[in-house]
């Protein structure tokens, strides 16, 4: 293949004015880290408003396209080939050669979009424009010039060097990560969580995760589901710490001492309460969850105003709106599915009752977590100081 560099577009980053360069400076640090596992030896560099990743050694393609296709603020990559520029003799052979490569069999139509910044080469953009569209037809007979609704544009520009490119392959969009401060994802084993962690990520957001785990009641192989599940949210959003917390201790007193059928508002209220007593400590401005209305006992509405009652950062529930199915869908799509739907138990459903509230009272929740008073605090402590903090990347 003759394609050794990719041309990065980039949108809403570029009208971000005086603080443009951080946008872009973060942009490039994503491609880096995307590329960094894959063959190429790619170099990253940005160029009077350009960026390119550009290999330095033999690479696999389709891997080096899928990687810059999961990186948020990216919304196009064109596939380049770049060559010295030699004048615009040498420039003719090219453009015919790369024109050869990929269009001589296909009946299309086509324009050529010259471009140059260097003002001294020997030909105007309109010039070139015409010739090299000219050439072509010379030399693909079967191909047409339409300058209207062309089936491809050979965008052809002078620089330092010289761009050929026709392909515009979609990016998945967004802001870049580390551009948007940082928050804590709940991260369950479900489909949910992993999504809602995307979703807040493409805006640009770091992620920080918080499991919580209740061995023996949940298994090693959940734990597991968790970190593999982190390690796939990370593909996008870069390395993320996550945080595990022993919640047994915590679950088996609420399971002692407080009503069943109120089990997992209280439960959640300390999932909360934890999640974002870590999030403070690790500087972030928000929680992230994978809760949407009505989806199960929990996630009505008046459940989520007592859940959200505890914590005073701001809770993001990007899946709020969605239904399951558009859920499904999106994790289909980041491919998270496979891996969320492994059936192993997630602390949540050993300790449900069979008939939990839909419509908890906020003051009656308040007076029964009462119950906990003089073994809660305790194991709160015991909780944050058995934290186990890994970097999933
Ligand atoms: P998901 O598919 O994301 O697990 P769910 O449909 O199972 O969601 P719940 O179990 O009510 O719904 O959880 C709602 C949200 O609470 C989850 O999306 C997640 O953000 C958080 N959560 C639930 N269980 C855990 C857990 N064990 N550890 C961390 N976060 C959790
Ligand atoms: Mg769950």
């Not at 940005?46 to 389709?62: H, L, M, N, P, V």
């Not at 080939?81 to 052979?93: I, S, W």
């Not at 191909?143 to 330092?160: A, G, S």
């Amino acid at each position: 293949m003759d394609t050794k560099a990719f041309l990065i577009k980039y949108g809403e980053i570029g009208v971000k004015g005086k603080n443009r360069y951080l946008f872009e400076d973060a942009l490039v640090r994503q491609i880096r880290f995307a590329l960094k596992d894959i063959d190429g030896k790619f170099d990253v560099t940005k160029e009077s408003g350009r960026i390119y990743a550009t290999a330095s050694e033999e690479f696999d393609y389709d891997e080096a396209l899928e990687a810059l296709k999961r990186v948020f603020g990216i919304v196009g990559i064109c596939p380049l080939v770049q060559v010295e520029n030699e004048g615009y003799e040498a420039l003719t052979k090219s453009v015919l050669d790369y024109f050869a490569k990929r269009y001589t069999d296909k009946e299309v139509s086509f324009k050529v979009e010259c471009r140059r910044s260097d003002k001294r080469f020997e030909k105007s953009s309109m010039e070139m424009n015409a010739e090299l569209g000219g050439m072509i037809l010379d030399a693909f007979p079967k191909t047409r010039v339409d300058v209207h609704k062309p089936d491809v544009i050979i965008h052809v520009e002078v620089r330092k060097k010289i761009n050929i490119f026709s392909e515009i392959i979609p990016g998945p969009g967004g802001m870049p990560v580390g551009t948007a401060g940082k928050a804590m994802l709940l991260l369950s084993g479900g489909i949910d969580s992993p999504v809602a962690g995307y979703m807040i990520a493409k805006r640009g957001v770091q992620i920080e995760a918080t499991y919580f785990h209740a061995p023996p009641y949940t298994s090693e192989r959940a734990k597991q589901k968790v970190v593999d599940l982190a390690r796939l949210v990370s593909k996008y959003a870069g390395p993320v710490k996550l945080h595990i917390v022993n919640f047994t201790d915590i679950q088996l007193a609420i399971y002692d001492k407080c009503p069943h059928d109120e089990l997992t508002i209280i439960m959640r209220r300390y999932m909360m309460k934890i999640a974002e007593k870590i999030g403070y400590d690790s500087d972030c401005q928000g929680l992230i969850t994978g809760e949407s209305i009505g989806q199960v006992a929990s996630q009505t509405m008046q459940s989520l105003y007592c859940t959200n009652e505890v914590c005073t950062m701001p809770v993001f529930r990007p899946v709020v709106g969605f239904d399951k199915q558009e859920i499904i869908d999106l994790s289909y799509k980041i491919g998270t599915y496979e891996t969320s739907i492994q059936p192993f138990e997630d602390c949540c459903t050993i300790f449900v009752a069979k008939h939990p509230v839909t419509k908890p009272n906020l003051n009656i929740i308040k007076k029964d977590e009462k119950k906990l008073d003089g073994v809660i605090d305790e194991l709160m402590e015991k909780a944050f100081a058995t934290v186990e903090t890994i970097i999933v990347e």
